[in-house]
Structure formats: structure tokens, C-alpha cells
């Protein structure tokens, strides 16, 4: 697909599957605006990109807040004067069992990003894309959106939401003519997910992703007419025994939990 002429915005762009999209978008030509909480990181991504000369810029925003997400809004109207395509990338992960302390205000700050950052920059872009249209939105969500994991429990509930939200309002985007894309990893070894776990076994690191796997997926899901794509494509088995086998998929999960609270303590 041929980027050039298109402006994009990637939030959570500052490091990990957001940085190695912005970069692989300018390289196909289009003109980027990168967004997180980390200046300095925005700042060298621009001009690894080729600068502002090249048509890319940054805004420091938490899209956790709104009016964070209004000054992002306002500097890609003001800069751009459009916009053809978002990336809802930002997010993080905690992990604790929900019967420990902490667990509610963890729910509160993940919550925060993850789903309220993906419904305010969809909803402040939503003119700007509108009028771009035919345009598109990327939410990147995760298979902890469609498969509940223990100790994650925040974690899941926010990409649960993420699906569940997107899926909703597909429709009411479309009308405005702009497309919704959902784009969910596994597990990709990255900063904020550094997957030491299963990058030290000898047989599951087979099973990671990388950065670049995931932004080719982006791409390609931009490029074509998929509504969702999961990286790598055959995590959608694991997805079978929670509907064809659910005492299967209950009793994995029971495992599961049982060795995630032997490691995390009483
Ligand atoms: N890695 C995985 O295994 C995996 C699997 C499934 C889904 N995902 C999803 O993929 C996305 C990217 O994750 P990643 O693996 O690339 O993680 P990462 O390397 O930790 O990057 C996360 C990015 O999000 C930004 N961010 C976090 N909170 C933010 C906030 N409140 N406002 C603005 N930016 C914020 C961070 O930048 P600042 O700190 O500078 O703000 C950073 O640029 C996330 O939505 C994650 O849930 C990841």
C-alpha cells in the first residue's frame, strides 16, 4: 500500500510495537505524529525518522488524559490539517491476584490507559478522521482481550474492554467512513513486557512474537480488509477449548493460577 500522502498518529510510539510502527509508516512514506510520555524518546524517534522536515512531529501526551488528548488532537489538526489513519497502541500491564492490596487502584490506572486512552484519542481524532475519510483505526488489543490470564487480572479486563468496545462501535465509525481494525498480539518480548518467562524456556520462546512481526501485522491489516488479525496467526487455536471444550479450557486455567500464585506468594 502506498503511505505517501497519508498522515498517521501512533500513540505509545515512544518504545516496544509503537516505535517499530512509526518507524515502518514513515519508511513507506507516510507523515507520522508519535505520542507517549517520554520526550526525549519522541524526540530521537523523529529524527531517526528524518525529522520534521520529512513531515513527522511528536507531542508529548498521557493519553490517559483527555485534555492530554485534545492537545494531540488540536496539534494534528493544526499541523496536518487531517488525518487518515490512528493507532491506539499505548498500554501497560501489572500483575497481582485481585485479593491483594493494590489490586483496585492497579484496575483504575490500567483502565486509565489502555481502554479510557484508546476511547479518548478515537474519540478527539473522530472529526479530523471523519474528514479525511475513507480513514482508519488500529486498536491494538491483545489475546489477554479474548483469553482471561491469572494474575492479570486488570490487565485482561482493559483489553476485554478494548474488544468488546471496538467491536460495538464499528458500525457507528463506518458510517462516518472510517474503518476499525483490531490487531491482537501473544506474547512479544518488549520493555514494558519483557516475557522472561517464556523467552528462558527452551521449547515456549518458540512462541513469542517480535516488535516487527506485530507492525508488519498493523500494516497489513491497514492495507486490507481484515476487521481483527492475531500475532502470530495461530494463537486463534488457542481460543478453541474456551468454546468448542470449556471444562478443557477450565481446567488449563486452574493450572494456570495455580502456578502463578505459588510463584507470587501467599
Ligand atoms: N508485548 C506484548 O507481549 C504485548 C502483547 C499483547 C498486547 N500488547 C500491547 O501492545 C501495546 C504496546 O506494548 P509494548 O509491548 O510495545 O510495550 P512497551 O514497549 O512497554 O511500550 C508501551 C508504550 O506505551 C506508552 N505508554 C504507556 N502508558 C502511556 C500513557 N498513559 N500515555 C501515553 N503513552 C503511554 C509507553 O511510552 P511512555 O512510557 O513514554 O509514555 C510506550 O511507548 C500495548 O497496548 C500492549 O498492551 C503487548
Known amino acids: 500500500m502506498d503511505f505517501r500522502e497519508m498522515v498517521c498518529v501512533v500513540t505509545g510510539a515512544s518504545g516496544g510495537i ?16 508519535v505520542a507517549a510520555r517520554r520526550r526525549e524518546r519522541l524526540t530521537a524517534l523523529v529524527d531517526a525518522m ?5 513531515g513527522h512531529s511528536w507531542v508529548v501526551a498521557d493519553v ?12 494534528v489538526e493544526e499541523r496536518y490539517g487531517r488525518c487518515d489513519i490512528l493507532i491506539n497502541n499505548a498500554g501497560f500491564a ?11 487502584g492497579d484496575l483504575e490506572l490500567v483502565m486509565g490507559t489502555n481502554f479510557w486512552g484508546t476511547v ?4 478527539e481524532l473522530l472529526p479530523l478522521l471523519a ?3 475513507p480513514a482508519q483505526v488500529v486498536n491494538v488489543a491483545s489475546m489477554a482481550g479474548r483469553l482471561a490470564l491469572p494474575g492479570a487480572s486488570s490487565y485482561c479486563a482493559s483489553k476485554f474492554a478494548v474488544v468488546g468496545w471496538s467491536e460495538a462501535v464499528r458500525p457507528d465509525l463506518a458510517r462516518r467512513g ?10 512479544v518480548p518488549t ?31 491497514i492495507a486490507g480488509d481484515r476487521s481483527a488479525r492475531v500475532v502470530p496467526r495461530w494463537y486463534h487455536l488457542l481460543e478453541v477449548p474456551r468454546v468448542l471444550i470449556p471444562p478443557l479450557h477450565r481446567w488449563a486455567q486452574g493450572r494456570a493460577a495455580a502456578g502463578f500464585h505459588r510463584l507470587s506468594g501467599p
Open 50 to 54: 528524518g525529522g520534521p522536515e520529512a
Open 191 to 221: 520493555e514494558g513486557f519483557p516475557q522472561r518467562g517464556l523467552c528462558g524456556h527452551r521449547l515456549l520462546r518458540h512462541a513469542l512474537a517480535s516488535e516487527a512481526d506485530v507492525a508488519r501485522a498493523i500494516l497489513e491489516v
Open 131 to 133: 474528514g479525511s475519510a
Open 178 to 187: 472510517v474503518r476499525l481494525s483490531l490487531v491482537e498480539p501473544g506474547f
Open 120 to 123: 479518548f484519542c478515537t474519540a
Open 64 to 75: 490517559a488524559q483527555r485534555d492530554d488528548v485534545r492537545r494531540l488532537a488540536s496539534h
Open 94 to 104: 501489572r500483575e497481582r491476584p485481585f485479593d491483594g492490596p493494590g489490586a483496585v
Open 18 to 33: 509503537g516505535r517499530r510502527t512509526a518507524l515502518d509508516l514513515g519508511a513507506s512514506g507516510a507523515q507520522v505524529c
